[in-house]
């Protein structure tokens, strides 16, 4: 039986007039055999239904209003609300992403989340405070002189960094080899990293008229994978096709399947104090290669010392991501759905000071100076 999905995908840019909004709909009509694996595809033009369209430009008129009250910045805006619909046009599912690069005094940040359901909290759930604490003149303070030894803090956007790099570590061709060799073994200090399917699986009925939620486009079963539980490393996914099973995903110009366009992924672990002299890695700034060859992340961040939140800095943090999240002590705060090159709910990361992560041989972090 048919299924529909619409994308709707919008930009917004800052021109000397008002902001130049862009908004574009691609409807395709799927079709899927009596195993719950898509067949084949046509797109539909001319849809009646310009709900998802309206609202993306809704969504990124508001968030281009609200950036500009808080720093003034805008650079651009993405958005794109995906729908899901049955045979008989009932709606299913739905999910929304923003993405916002913004010019602040210390540099460009990226400004990004993403959620089921209605996307009209999207921008509301952005942490507008403490991108309005960098509105003002920059001027780089000198951090105290025990920054080293104070624990590090990474709020959401930076600690989603690591997590996108640890699971791309342990999903690579070489990652999976890894995996597969350590199965069972503790490589993280209770911490679990799981990949979620990228999209509600197959909606309604299939070709035979039997259930086919819960099913990727290759008719496989679309389930939440471990890939670290509880601080030990999982076995990897099996492939079938080149594609982790329950992550397949429908090409109408090749025709055939592809991994989902990118990884949405949750990290959880023991609840943690926010410590009270932590120096807090807030933003990244953008613009700089953050994952290297070695297997190796190295971000520049926009960083504070929490008794002393009137005076920014700016930190080098270099390492591999699995080696720095052994150095974790906890999670601290609400979760967060940081949507950048991944999709990754997370709450602020606690880890070792500067000091003791180098001397395990886990980092290197300094200081940038101007």
């Known amino acids: 039986m ?7 995908s919008g930009i917004v840019t800052p021109t000397r007039g008002a902001p130049r909004l862009t908004v574009s709909l691609d409807t395709l009509r799927l079709e899927r055999d009596a195993t719950g694996r898509v067949t084949g595809s046509r797109r539909v033009t001319g849809s009646p239904d310009q709900d998802a369209g309206k609202e993306t ?34 709606p299913v599912s739905r999910r929304a992403e923003l993405l916002a690069r913004v010019e602040t005094p210390g540099g460009p940040v990226l400004l990004g989340t993403s959620g089921p359901g209605d996307p009209a909290g999207l921008v509301d759930a952005l942490p507008w405070d403490e991108l309005g604490a960098l509105s003002g003149p920059f001027v780089p303070a000198d951090p105290p002189g025990d920054w080293r030894e104070r624990p590090l803090l990474l709020r959401p956007s930076a600690a989603s960094v690591l997590v996108a790099g640890a699971a791309f570590s342990l ?28 999209a509600p699986p197959g909606s309604a009925l299939d070709g035979s008229g039997q259930d086919a939620s819960g099913l990727d486009d290759r008719g496989d079963p679309a389930l939440p994978t471990l890939l670290v539980d509880g601080g030990r490393i999982c076995p990897p996914p099996p492939l079938a096709e080149g594609i982790a099973r329950g992550r ?12 989902p366009p990118l990884a949405r992924l949750e990290l959880d672990g023991p609840r943690a104090e926010v410590p009270p002299d932590a120096v807090e890695l807030v933003w990244c700034v953008e613009g700089l290669q953050r994952y290297h060859g070695d297997g190796t992340v190295r971000l520049q961040c926009l960083a504070r010392v929490a008794d ?59 200081v940038i100076t101007p």
């Open 308 to 366: 002393r939140p009137g005076g920014w800095f700016r930190l080098a943090l270099r390492g591999k991501p699995v080696h720095l999240l052994r150095q974790a002590r906890g999670l601290a705060g609400p979760p967060m759905a940081v949507h950048s090159d991944s999709d990754v709910t997370t709450r602020s990361l606690v880890l070792a000071g500067a000091a003791e992560m180098e001397g395990a041989g886990h980092a290197v972090v300094t």
């Open 248 to 259: 397949a995903v429908w090409d109408h110009d090749t025709g055939g399947f592809g991994p």
């Open 2 to 8: 048919a299924e529909t999905r619409t994308r709707a």
């Open 171 to 198: 999903t690579s061709r070489g990652g999976r080899a890894t995996a597969a060799r350590l199965a069972g073994r503790r490589i993280l200090p209770q911490l679990t990293l799981t990949d979620l399917p990228s």
């Open 57 to 90: 430009g809704l969504l990124l008129t508001e968030a281009a209003e609200r950036t500009a009250s808080a720093v003034a910045g805008l650079q651009s805006a993405v958005a794109q609300i995906h729908e899901w619909r049955d045979g008989d046009g009932l």
